[in-house]
């Protein structure tokens, strides 16, 4: 999974040591059939936290996906949240249905942590339902009048459409570059860049690291690390945000630097790249 | 204006910075002056959670070097860790030896992974050349045996900080304790091997090709197997840290 774009939470520049480590496996799997709804929660994220993947705590998540104990005062689904964003950190395929099942829920951040979980597994099987979403924001291939339409996780979803390389979407992409949030703006030059490989989109997030809110720049920085757009080294460097991040973002371009090939010598670019993660750490 | 009268200027202009924006610049220039009485005021900015000024700040303080080693030993903030983590860099970027146990203590134990990833990092910039020479041995085995440790880290970017460490070390020790080297470039092949991290993998090749330099030099220097000395490339005083 080294690869594979990491969650925003991951790479959130608290640092973590594995606090609640007390639990065990077994417990944490049996603590989410627990009438402690609290406990339920707690164990769908730690058994994603630490990579969990045996068939009972897959199977356990999946069945939590189909929760109806835990609601919140809105309706949403705080169990289901955790569970489908534990599942896409487990790389077992089963999960792959019951997430794209997921997409229909009624609850936004449901159906936000399954594109990323299903983004993670890279199952293109999910491809059609990721756009049956995404064009709820389009008319034709405009956005939709009513705007911001807040209404799908559309930068999850131009994400996932993005990594899964559904090249056949580019019209429907394209026109999220102009959506008024700027995230999901990144997210779409994020996805053209992945299904075109033209350069333009690469620069457009090149520039957002020259914004004013430290958050988008963080995201941004997420982006350029997992297109690995080499190019964007130096920006990335430079820009004002923590080392750590700019560290993750530079360690995506290394990859992609390193990914395809077992270079007996380092491209000139990995180098290049090995140099600014060695000043920024 | 001379230094002296510039420094409380440029303190005051820190301290009554009402924006972010500002308070980047007004560190900027206060680091920029590199003046000694702005350490403690430099040091205070690490710890503003505003990555800008501490960047400015951390620039400054290496700048100043080696009068700023005590008071960021002393005002190391224990309760901050991001703060923590910066001064580690300064510390580190600096390379005086004073800083050893603090360094030593922080890679090995601190809780927060980006004053590890620091403090890995300030062990292989340590100016070897202060070490009296009667302990320079004792000295750099500490700082082996710490770093083989600190290798192993569940975090990428504290090993990754470890190899960077091991390569600077592995050519520092080629003089004074070759024997051990190759402790050194046993756990760089063992981290090759088995790294579950393709950037920590990565970096480990990039560091064994700077210890061990392409066959083709060998040529040139006949007869000296193993580990050679080449120019190393420390971050030194003054070196962009961004």
New interface residues.
């Given amino acids: 999974m080294?690869?594979s774009p990491q969650k925003f939470e991951d790479l959130s520049?608290t640092?973590?040591?594995?606090d609640g480590g007390s639990l065990t496996v077994e417990q944490a799997i049996a603590n989410l059939e627990s009438a402690d709804l609290g406990l339920r929660f707690y164990a769908a994220w730690w058994l994603g936290r630490f990579r969990i993947s045996e068939p009972a705590a897959v199977t356990g998540l999946i069945k939590a996906l189909e929760d109806e104990a835990d609601r919140t005062p809105e309706g949403g689904y705080p169990l289901r949240r955790n569970a489908a964003r534990a599942l896409g950190k487990l790389s077992d395929r089963q999960a792959v249905s019951p997430l794209i099942a997921c997409l229909d829920c009624s609850d936004f951040y449901v159906r936000e942590a399954a594109a990323q979980s299903l983004e993670m597994l890279g199952d293109p099987v999910c491809i059609p339902a990721l756009i049956k979403l995404l064009v709820v924001g389009l008319q034709g291939e405009q956005l939709c009048s009513q705007q911001p339409d807040l209404s799908q996780p559309y930068e999850a979803i131009l994400e996932a459409l993005g990594t899964l390389r559904a090249t056949e979407v580019i019209p429907l992409v394209k026109p999220f570059l102009e959506h008024p949030i700027e995230l999901v703006q990144y997210a779409a030059a994020r996805a053209m860049y992945q299904l075109t490989q033209e350069p333009a989109y690469g620069e457009r997030l090149v520039k957002a690291l020259a914004g004013e809110r430290?958050q988008l720049r963080r995201a941004v920085l997420a982006d350029l690390g997992a297109i690995g757009y080499l190019p964007a080294a130096d920006a990335i460097?430079?820009t004002?945000?923590?080392?750590?991040l700019k560290?993750?973002s530079l360690?995506g371009l290394?990859?992609h630097q390193?990914?395809h090939i077992t270079p007996i010598?380092?491209p000139e670019g990995?180098?290049k790249v090995?140099n600014l993660?060695?000043?920024?750490? | 204006m001379n230094n002296s009268d510039l420094a409380p200027v440029l303190i005051r202009a820190v301290q009554e910075a009402d924006s972010s924006e500002r308070l980047v610049d007004a560190v900027q220039e206060l680091a920029a002056a590199g003046i000694e009485e702005s350490v403690p005021t430099l040091i205070a900015a690490l710890g503003y959670n505003n990555p800008g000024a501490a960047v400015a700040a951390v620039d400054g303080l290496i700048a100043i070097g080696e009068p700023a080693v005590s008071p960021l030993l002393e005002l190391i903030d224990d309760y901050n860790y991001g703060a923590r983590a910066w001064a580690l860099r300064a510390l580190a970027g600096i390379g005086d030896v004073r800083a050893l146990n603090t360094l030593l203590e922080a890679a090995k134990t601190d809780f927060s992974l980006s004053v590890r990833r620091a403090a890995a990092r300030g062990l292989g910039t340590l100016r070897w050349h202060q070490v009296p020479p009667e302990k320079l041995e004792s000295i750099q085995t500490q700082v082996l045996e710490a770093l083989l440790l600190i290798a192993q880290d569940p975090e990428w970017v504290v090993r990754y900080a470890a190899v960077t460490s091991l390569e600077t070390l592995a050519i520092a020790i080629a003089v004074t304790l070759p024997d051990q080297a190759s402790r050194i470039t046993n756990q760089l092949q063992h981290m090759l091997d088995t790294d579950v991290d393709l950037g920590v993998r990565t970096r480990v090749k990039f560091a064994q090709q700077k210890i061990q330099p392409p066959q083709h030099q060998e040529a040139f220097a006949p007869g000296i197997p193993g580990i050679k000395l080449q120019e190393t490339e420390v971050a030194h005083r003054g070196d962009s840290r961004r």
């Avoid at chain 1, 993660?277 to 750490?281: E, N, R, T």
Wanted: without cysteine.
């Fill in positions: 080294n690869s520049p640092d973590d040591n594995g430290l460097a430079q004002l945000a923590e080392n750590s560290l993750i360690k290394l990859e390193v990914n010598t380092l990995a180098i090995i993660m060695d000043s920024l750490l």
